[in-house]
């Protein structure tokens, strides 16, 4: 009851502060975008090469680019307000047709990578902890360090030269099979096989900073008085380790992954460009090349809400893993 | 039936089918062309039928069974894959994952690499349908390059002969006329490259009255590369001037700032342009030179705001002569006379590089390159 009460308050809350703050972001990043040099027309007419005057002038007028800034901006809220994100003149299709085509598969990579990097780092963070100073910390560290500063797209290549051209276990890029017309339990195993070296190249980055974070965390933890007492106790190393240790040790952790969390939707650009993964990092990279602004403010937008989502879990589950943190 | 109000020389080249799909008259037949557009319609004549297309991962072609010409197309089935990395595509070639690659399809610098493998050739050649030039265009509103002497320092001191090695491995010829030499009906080659000079270049830039300053820098100028083409080539081009003491800095740009900057905002000296002459100089060389073509806001206009009145007649007489000798001759002195003003410096014609499986067959059949419809691609044993 207590509980429920609580949630409601927070969902209130939430929905009170999300509601100027994604006006602010669409205004915000819609005044930011028209700063860029050359519009949708520019681009258009530049990759087509012999155009005229006349036809950037009707290009303009289709995307709406001829009219005056706020009423832009005016049409584009209006649009918002009845729940649609506009038309991409440059897909030639809705923009909440061209983001829902890539939203599953930008989800599902991103959001295994990150639990990849959330488990494995935790892990390696807490074994590099219980072993501060001797040779499994430093080996780990060092292996830490690299994977936090090679660059990804370097990784990406590897893996896939390894595992692609020499080994031939995994496919190159993309996300399926194309044309394979598979169906049910295989079409899920070649969407994962797919999906393997991408979210473990995204992976190694965040592995090498929760790895610290926790490693850090739980050194700090393991020195508090209530970790002796339940050593004293007579409590199995391990059992301190998760229960007493572990359990405080989290937060900053779980703060990070909820920052990095809301920025899935912004995609991978690097990993989904090495992989030649269709995905909303790429889409909205590609918009910002060609100023197909409709397009990228939907996912801006879009994200926004994610950021705005994930704080609030990342709220509660900080409540729940430590009860003294009060839930405002 | 079109009914033109001249003569049209190059609508017939015009007519291929990766410049002039046949489209269905009875879905677009009165539909305004300057309303927004609806959902694209993919419906043409050619000999394979659009099954599926995601955007940014693939688009699915199935055998057209109708097809007018039978028993073509003799693929089942063609998938197209949209790879933005090169070195990914370059990867996923070596795993057996790509049969066939154009437009560079791997980088330059990798290409030695497929040399000797067992199932990949490396097809490089010209296209006369694409007709790919690279030039650096002057503007000519900056004062210190009105002066032809500077614009003639500049051209003696670039080596194209070390462009095409360094810059673009050996995969491009010099292509010193403003009609590329891929253009085999339209290039005079008469026209030769300005030899590579640097002390030439020196004396004339001292008699343009640019000495050297106490920096040994003459005046500064602002070298500009669209972003389409090799980023190293502006570096190369930035070096070889600063050789000769003219401080060039260069700014790399994406597309569309690099448009503005250069057809809207002009605010450049030099850039590293690739105005391809497509199929035909009319089409494709006339929009750099003719001096009505100096349109502000319109990209690949007239760059220079070059200005000639006998230049604007050969191309205006040019456009419309259908006897091809006396076009030929009417273009042979448009590229002398420009050649002369040097509102550009004609620098390479990249060559179309293709990655094929070795047992694909007539992927490239005409001067389209892959740009043809595939209806006679094969594969053999």
Do not use: C
């Not at chain 1, 008085?225 to 405080?248: E, F, I, M, S």
């Amino acid at each position: 009851m207590f509980e429920n009460r609580r949630l409601l308050r927070v969902l209130r809350r939430t929905v009170v502060q999300a509601v100027p703050t994604v006006l602010g972001i669409v205004v915000l990043n819609f005044l930011l975008l028209k700063l860029a040099p050359g519009d949708a027309a520019d681009v258009m007419a530049g990759e087509f090469g012999t155009a005229t005057e006349e036809t950037m002038a009707m290009l303009r007028r289709q995307f709406g680019l001829d009219l005056p800034l706020l009423q832009q901006l005016l049409a584009y809220l209006g649009n918002l307000v009845q729940f649609s994100l506009g038309f991409s003149p440059r897909y030639g299709m809705p923009v909440s047709e061209l983001i829902g085509q890539r939203l599953p598969s930008t989800l599902m990579l991103m959001g295994l990578a990150l639990a990849i990097a959330v488990v494995v780092g935790i892990a390696l963070g807490t074994t590099m902890a219980m072993t501060a100073g001797r040779w499994t910390d430093r080996v780990l560290s060092v292996v830490s360090l690299l994977f936090y500063s090679v660059p990804g797209f370097w990784i990406g290549l590897m893996l896939i030269v390894l595992f692609s051209v020499k080994l031939g276990w995994l496919p190159s890029g993309g996300q399926e099979t194309i044309g394979a017309g598979l169906t049910g339990l295989d079409a899920v195993a070649d969407r994962l096989k797919h999906m393997i070296l991408p979210a473990t190249s995204l992976a190694l980055f965040y592995v090498a900073i929760y790895g610290r974070l926790t490693r850090a965390a739980v050194l700090e933890v393991a020195s508090q008085d209530y970790v002796r007492t339940a050593a004293a106790k007579g409590l199995a190393p391990l059992t301190v380790t998760l229960r007493h240790v572990l359990r405080n040790a989290l937060l900053p952790v779980t703060t990070l992954a909820g920052i990095h969390f809301g920025g899935i939707l912004g995609g991978a650009v690097v990993v989904e460009t090495v992989y030649s993964w269709p995905g909303l990092g790429r889409l909205a990279f590609e918009s910002v090349m060609r100023r197909d602004f409709n397009v990228l403010l939907g996912v801006l937008l879009l994200s926004s809400f994610l950021v705005i989502i994930a704080n609030t879990l990342i709220d509660l589950l900080h409540a729940w893993l430590d009860p003294r943190i009060e839930v405002r | 039936m079109i009914v033109l109000s001249k003569p049209s020389p190059y609508l017939m080249v015009a007519l291929g089918p990766s410049e002039s799909p046949i489209v269905p008259k009875h879905l677009y037949d009165g539909v305004d062309v300057a309303a927004p557009p609806g959902p694209p319609l993919h419906i043409g004549t050619g000999p394979f039928i659009l099954k599926e297309w995601v955007r940014g991962s693939h688009a699915v072609l199935e055998r057209n069974p109708n097809y007018w010409d039978k028993p073509k197309p003799y693929l089942d089935r063609v998938i197209i894959r949209f790879m933005p990395d090169a070195a990914a595509r370059a990867a996923a070639f070596e795993a057996g994952d790509l049969d066939l690659g154009g437009s560079a399809p791997v980088p330059l610098s990798d290409l030695a690499r497929y040399k000797d493998h067992p199932k990949l050739a490396v097809d490089t050649r010209s296209f006369a349908y694409t007709g790919a030039q690279h030039q650096i265009f002057f503007n000519l509103d900056t004062p210190v390059l009105k002066n032809k002497k500077v614009r003639e320092a500049i051209a003696h001191s670039l080596d194209l002969d070390a462009i095409v090695e360094t810059v673009f491995y050996g995969q491009a010829k010099v292509s010193p006329s403003p009609v590329s030499v891929a253009l085999t009906p339209w290039y005079d080659p008469a026209v030769q490259a300005r030899k590579f000079d640097p002390a030439l270049a020196n004396k004339l830039l001292d008699e343009a009255g640019q000495p050297r300053g106490a920096n040994g820098m003459r005046f500064p100028v602002r070298l500009l590369i669209n972003p389409f083409i090799d980023g190293r080539l502006a570096e190369f081009v930035r070096q070889s001037l600063r050789r000769v003491g003219i401080d060039a800095t260069t700014q790399n740009l994406e597309f569309g700032a690099y448009v503005k900057n250069v057809y809207t905002d002009r605010s450049f000296d030099l850039t590293i342009e690739s105005l391809t002459n497509v199929f035909d100089p009319t089409v494709g060389v006339q929009r750099g030179y003719w001096s009505k073509n100096f349109r502000i806001g319109l990209p690949f206009s007239n760059s220079a705001n070059y200005s000639n009145p006998e230049v604007d007649r050969l191309l205006e007489a040019a456009a419309i002569e259908i006897d091809p000798a006396k076009r030929k001759t009417m273009f042979s002195q448009f590229q002398r006379i420009v050649h002369e003003d040097i509102p550009s410096v004609d620098l390479i014609s990249p060559l179309e590089i293709i990655i094929a499986n070795k047992r694909i067959r007539n992927y490239a059949p005409g001067a389209e390159g892959l740009g043809a419809n595939f209806a006679d691609v094969h594969f053999v044993d």
